[in-house]
Each structure stands twice: as structure tokens, then as C-alpha cells.
């Protein structure tokens, strides 16, 4: 039995990855989710967040930050489309600190409930970038 699958991440912008991985680390709503070979077929909801995955047992983890969006499996291939979807190496820090902080400014002003959603919302984007970007600068190449 294979330890492998077939996975493709698309995003709004075009195919991100697409091949054979040992395992996808997802972000959910109340934490992250694993996807092994010969997972249950399901759909999951993804929540901005950093992804991780891994082409073999041993190989090095690639990193990268998604928007919102979906994950389907079915049939031991994984597809999972995405909002948006960015490689360490292509993340601004600058921008992405100044993003934190104007999100932060906004969580401490008062807001509707739907402002405060949307602050959280940049809040979390924000902060995922800058965690992948601080370590993941390893010139990958995530396309095939």
C-alpha cells in the first residue's frame, strides 16, 4: 500500500502544486488538520493559515500561506482550492508587519461585530505571512 497520494493546490491566481505527497497540514477553524495517504473521503473547510506538506518520509517541509477555501478528498487524491496561496519567498514583510499593525490598531477601536470579524480575519492573514516568511526562506520551488 502506497504512503503517497496525489495532491493539487489551486488558488484564484492558477495551479500552485500539483503531485505525488506523504502528508498535507491543513488549517481549520479549531486547529489544523493532517491528510495521510488513504484518508476517509470528505470536504473540509480551510481557513487562512499556513499550509505544510511533505513529498516523502524525511523530505523537508514546504510552507506556504492560503486564504480561505476548500479541501476535497476523494479516492486517495487530494484537491484543495484556495482564495489565494503565497510561497515564503514571495511574502513582503514589510508589508505584512504594516498589516499587523493596522489590524491590530482596528481590534482596539470599536467595531460591529462584522468590523471585528474582518479585523481578525487581517489580523490572522497577517501574522500566518509573517511566520511563514521569518522561516521558510528556502527558494522552493512549489510548481512542477
Known amino acids: 500500500m502506497s504512503s503517497t497520494y496525489y495532491a493539487k493546490i489551486i488558488a484564484a491566481d492558477g495551479v500552485f502544486f500539483k ?4 502528508s498535507l497540514i491543513i488549517p481549520e477553524i479549531d486547529g489544523e488538520k493532517e491528510i495521510l495517504a488513504h484518508h ?7 481557513y487562512d493559515g499556513e499550509l505544510r506538506f511533505q513529498e ?3 523530505a523537508e517541509w514546504r510552507k506556504a500561506v492560503i486564504g480561505r477555501g476548500f479541501l ?14 503565497e510561497r515564503p519567498e514571495d511574502i513582503d514583510i514589510a508589508r505584512a508587519k504594516a498589516a499587523k499593525e ?14 471585528y470579524y474582518h479585523s481578525s480575519a487581517s489580523l490572522a492573514r497577517a501574522m500566518a505571512r509573517l511566520k511563514v516568511a521569518s522561516g521558510g526562506k528556502h527558494g522552493i520551488n512549489f510548481s512542477e
Open 19 to 22: 503531485g505525488q505527497i506523504r
Open 40 to 46: 476517509e473521503d470528505m470536504v473540509i473547510a480551510v
Open 56 to 58: 516523502s518520509e524525511g
Open 72 to 85: 476535497e478528498i476523494a479516492n486517495n487524491r487530494v484537491t484543495l482550492l484556495v482564495e489565494s496561496a
Open 102 to 115: 493596522r489590524a491590530e490598531e482596528q481590534m482596539r477601536q470599536k467595531q460591529s461585530v462584522q468590523e
